[in-house]
């Protein structure tokens, strides 16, 4: 069985419009870093309480939110914990650590 053309159509431009808004976000995570070669991860670090502290150890992922609206670099550990806890996605190497 195959989808309709329609269908099938109207799926891959959504995931296409997926794709291109994942790229404009990572865009956005690397312009965080300007002048940096390598991302530092984003992640709030554990001695973090009343304000944020960033865990800063050389980005290896790229992780989008759990409500996708955002792309953060993250060391491995960090991007382990938030894929496995928090519902974060992984995206893929930063290329850089
Ligand atoms: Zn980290």
């Given at each position: 069985?195959?989808?309709?053309?329609?269908?099938?159509?109207?799926?891959v431009k959504?995931?296409n419009a997926?794709?291109?808004?994942?790229?404009?976000?990572?865009?956005a995570a690397?312009?965080?870093?300007?002048?940096?070669?390598?991302?530092?991860?984003?992640?709030?670090?554990?001695?973090?309480?009343?304000?944020?502290?960033?865990?800063?150890?050389?980005?290896?992922?790229?992780?989008?939110?759990?409500?996708?609206?955002?792309?953060?670099?993250?060391?491995?550990?960090?991007?382990?914990?938030?894929?496995?806890?928090?519902?974060?996605?992984?995206?893929?190497?930063?290329?850089?650590?």
């Amino acid at each position: 069985m195959s989808l309709p053309k329609p269908v099938f159509d109207a799926i891959v431009k959504e995931q296409n419009a997926a794709a291109d808004a994942i790229r404009e976000l990572i865009s956005a995570a690397r312009a965080r870093h300007p002048g940096r070669k390598s991302p530092l991860c984003e992640e709030a670090a554990p001695q973090s309480r009343t304000y944020y502290i960033p865990c800063a150890a050389p980005a290896a992922r790229f992780v989008l939110s759990e409500r996708g609206r955002v792309v953060y670099a993250m060391c491995q550990p960090c991007a382990d914990h938030n894929v496995r806890n928090r519902g974060c996605q992984d995206l893929g190497p930063t290329g850089a650590a």
